[in-house]
């Protein structure tokens, strides 16, 4: 019987789910991570999220470790170098957030066109701008605005198909898949910029990527353009942001991720009323967490049939 620890925390239908698969199933969310190391040798398996650390000395104490279950996208908390010179498997679960991550940009979308968040703290602060501010928030509809994807893999996509079903058109760049069923593929990034009433970043953070969105582009978009980034931070140029938000050829700037995170209190985006953050929390929804647990121990399990 295979033994498999889980050490980061996970929704309980995984041990049934193990269980039923013929697992032996040791719940270890709550051992602290250092301690890790020295129990690590009993187990032929571990699931983690991204607490967990991979790697140094937890790996080399891991002698009979056959499979890693990632219970989410990233695996940088994995040394992959190692597990791959040493036969470990290493499974992931890259759509299950994808409809919380595409959930959240398309909140932001709504809440920078209706400046709810703007309406909420001056309320909040003082109840007697109520009435101004129905003249302050007076607003628009994104029904027939067009919608611009950098990036139009599977967040990209499902965004796209939300979007477009309240009203929106969808056009979008994708520098390694130029075609896509539902959106109108573009053939530069360009023409997003240039198009776009909203323009949505999807796209991992590269070295090809690294501030892909600066001062040129800003430059590029209609005077007022929202720019929303539920990908990460580095993509676009903080500094030119905060400029071109100033001189207001950028409308918004809704980010979920920061260059540096959390951002320095002398960062200059959190100074400015159009600027909608949320911390980091795209993939954090109890649905996309139930996902990724459970197609984690159903990874786990397959990856035991080919061993
Ligand atoms: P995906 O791999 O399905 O799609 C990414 C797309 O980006 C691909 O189609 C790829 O071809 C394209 N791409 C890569 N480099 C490009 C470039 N230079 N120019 C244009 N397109 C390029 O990934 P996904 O699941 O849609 O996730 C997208 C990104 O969302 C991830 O890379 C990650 O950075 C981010 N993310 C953020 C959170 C969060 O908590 N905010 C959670 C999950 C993912």
Request: glycine residues 8%.
């Amino acid at each position: 019987m295979p033994k498999i620890l889980l050490s980061d925390k996970l929704n309980e239908k995984v041990i049934e789910i193990l269980e039923n698969a013929g697992f032996e199933v040791k719940v270890g969310w709550d051992i602290p991570k250092e301690e890790l190391p020295q129990i690590i040798g009993e187990y032929d398996a571990i699931i983690i999220r991204s607490a967990t650390k991979v790697r140094g000395e937890l790996l080399e104490k891991a002698i009979n470790l056959k499979v890693i279950g990632r219970a989410g996208v990233g695996l940088d908390n994995i040394d992959l170098e190692v597990t791959m010179n040493r036969g470990i498997k290493v499974v992931n679960t890259p759509a299950a957030t994808t409809n919380s991550v595409a959930e959240l940009a398309l909140t932001m979308i709504l809440s920078s066109t209706r400046d709810v968040v703007k309406g909420t703290c001056e309320i909040k602060s003082n109840p007697e701008s109520f009435k101004s501010m129905k003249k302050e928030l007076f607003s628009r509809e994104i029904d027939g605005k067009t919608l611009g994807l950098i990036g139009t893999g599977r967040i990209g996509t499902s965004l796209a198909v939300k979007c477009k079903a309240l009203g929106m058109d969808a056009i979008g760049y994708d520098a390694y898949v130029p075609e896509n069923p539902v959106v109108d593929m573009k053939p530069s990034m360009e023409e997003i910029l240039k198009e776009a009433d909203y323009i949505s970043l999807h796209l991992p953070l590269t070295d090809e990527t690294k501030n892909m969105i600066g001062a040129d582009q800003f430059n590029l978009m209609k005077k007022g353009a929202v720019l929303v980034n539920c990908a990460r931070g580095g993509i676009v140029d903080e500094k030119a942001a905060y400029d071109a938000l100033v001189s207001g050829q950028l409308g918004y700037y809704c980010t979920d991720v920061f260059e540096k995170e959390p951002p320095s209190a002398d960062n200059p985006l959190l100074t400015h009323e159009h600027v909608i953050i949320s911390p980091h929390i795209g993939a954090q929804t109890a649905e996309g967490n139930y996902r990724a647990s459970v197609q984690a121990a159903e990874r786990v399990i397959e990856a035991f049939k080919d061993l």
